[in-house]
């Protein structure tokens, strides 16, 4: 598979040595959140118990241990999407980069009947924030139409264009589908008539390489969580020609360069935008993990790998008569499969399956508007990494014909 062989990089993962229910512990919830190799606990580890300081203001042995190990990591990610340090600012996750954009661009650059196009398969963290938006602002929100794979056509996406559209906000990978939109394409078209984008990488930084330049996006956020680091971290990109246009909505210290009784001065972008303390450990922990994936995956290798589950658990589940397929791959990088039961609830499905160690996701994963559309209660997610074997999936049909049948 990867630039290292499967075994070795599975055993990475400390997760892995534990049983569940007396079963070996199966994970099919990486779409949610991915675990975490030994190397990234062990720097995580090192930042607590060796240096542990804060950044960018102190003068000390240890403080300024800890700022070269943080801006490290800004680099380290910068390289990882094919973006310029100074481009990169630090949050707790996609979510917080998402609603950063809506606070400190959107509110100040959109005006009433202005429009947001989104997609109908969007997470509610890029959802959320323009709904309200639009309804503070009085501003149109569009909601695109997906295909049977979970992708916007690009052609059905021209037609929704039009003067007035001043922000595209889409997914790259969908969380419900796993599939991918063309947002190179659709980036070029917005920025025909004059809107700017924000893409939703939080599913894709993990199974695909990113590259800024070929995108050529306004904006991009992900969360570090799902790219095997930490949580409580994430990233958001913001082109350069795009930093004149934010305004600092958070203030405090690690911000400012000076303070006078009737004004202040802040410091450059992105520090700026990165008031008080921040997640230190976190971020560290994060360019461990971009570390990880540089040194140990082959993403055409990955995508490969990732594609064989997910055909195998379609085929599958194709024998059961009592499922029905929402999400579904052709030729395609597929990393997920979404699947309900006619008969059986999503949340009894993975009740039962914990039962023999294993972990799959039930709900509307966060894309509920989708679920309510299609009249669907609720649907399992079984998703994939590095780490899944064909023997796991085998296993997961064998414990989901008990139920089903």
């Not at 991915?34 to 062990?42: F, K, R």
């Not at 503070?136 to 139409?145: E, Q």
């Not at 008080?276 to 990955?302: R, W």
Request: net charge neutral; glycine share 6%; aromatic share 10%.
């Amino acid at each position: 598979m990867p630039k290292n062989d499967l075994k070795s990089l599975r055993a990475q993962f400390p997760i892995f040595k534990q049983k569940v229910n007396g079963y070996p512990f199966i994970y099919f919830d990486s779409a949610s959140t991915a675990q975490m190799p030994q190397c990234v606990v062990d720097r995580i580890v090192s930042y607590y118990t060796t240096y542990k300081a804060n950044v960018g203001r102190g003068v000390y042995t240890f403080a300024e241990k800890a700022t070269t190990a943080y801006e490290a990591s800004r680099d380290k990610i910068a390289q990882f999407i094919g973006a310029s340090s100074k481009e990169i600012i630090f949050t707790s996750g996609a979510t917080e980069g998402i609603n950063l954009v809506a606070s400190s661009w959107a509110e100040n650059n959109l005006q009433q009947g202005d429009e947001i196009l989104v997609s109908a398969v969007e997470h509610h963290s890029n959802f959320l924030p323009w709904q309200q938006l639009a309804l503070r602002k009085s501003l149109v929100l569009t909601i695109m139409p997906v295909d049977s794979q979970g992708v916007v056509d690009v052609e059905v996406f021209k037609k929704h264009l039009s003067k007035k559209t001043k922000l595209v906000a889409i997914v790259h990978s969908s969380n419900l589908f796993g599939s991918s939109n063309d947002v190179a394409a659709i980036t070029k078209l917005a920025h025909a008539v004059g809107a700017k984008v924000l893409i939703d990488a939080s599913q894709s930084v993990a199974h695909q390489r990113l590259d800024i330049a070929k995108i050529g996006c306004d904006f991009l956020a992900f969360s570090g969580h799902k790219l095997f680091g930490p949580t409580g971290v994430g990233v958001l990109f913001v082109k350069e020609s795009m930093i004149p246009e934010m305004t600092v909505s958070t203030f405090g210290g690690g911000m400012v360069f000076s303070v006078e009784e009737k004004n202040s001065t802040f410091k450059q972008f992105p520090y700026n935008f990165e008031a008080g303390t921040p997640n230190i450990a976190q971020v560290i922990g994060l360019g461990a993990a971009v570390d990880f994936v540089e040194n140990n995956i082959d993403f055409a290798e990955l995508a490969e790998h990732e594609t064989m589950l997910t055909k195998m658990l379609i085929d599958g589940l194709r024998h059961m008569d009592d499922i029905v397929i929402v999400s579904s791959v052709g030729n395609e990088h597929g990393h997920l499969v979404t699947f309900y039961s006619k008969i059986h609830h999503a949340h009894d499905i993975a009740a039962y399956l914990d039962q023999f160690g294993i972990a799959v996701r039930a709900g509307h994963h966060c894309v509920q508007l989708f679920h309510q559309a299609c009249g669907i209660n609720a649907s399992v997610r079984v998703s994939f990494s590095m780490y899944n074997t064909k023997e796991e999936v085998e296993f997961l049909l064998q414990c989901l014909r008990k139920i089903i049948g």
